[in-house]
């Protein structure tokens, strides 16, 4: 949810010191924005890396210990 996200964000930057993320406010009638900055996409694409890291590992695991 969109509450779940903002909390997420707003712990990152509590624990790292930097926010992940730019935001504009809209007018009435909306148009606001929020998009990742530099911090926020380093952040993603590690967790991405990590990840597909992760996935290997398991899938050695499983070949070796023969897990279905």
Same mark, same amino acid.
């Given at each position: 949810?969109?509450?779940? $996200? =903002? ?13 992940? $993320? ?10 606001? =924005? ?8 380093? +952040? +993603? ?6 990840? $597909? &890291? +992760?996935?290997?590992? &398991?899938?050695? +695991? ?7």
């Amino acid at each position: 949810s969109y509450k779940y $996200a =903002w909390n997420i964000l707003k712990r990152i930057e509590k624990r790292t010191g930097k926010a992940p $993320a730019e935001k504009h406010k809209g007018g009435e009638g909306g148009g606001g =924005w929020v998009r990742l900055n530099e911090w926020g996409l380093y +952040l +993603l694409d590690t967790y991405k890396n990590l990840l $597909a &890291e +992760l996935e290997i590992i &398991e899938t050695k +695991l499983q070949k070796t210990f023969k897990i279905d």
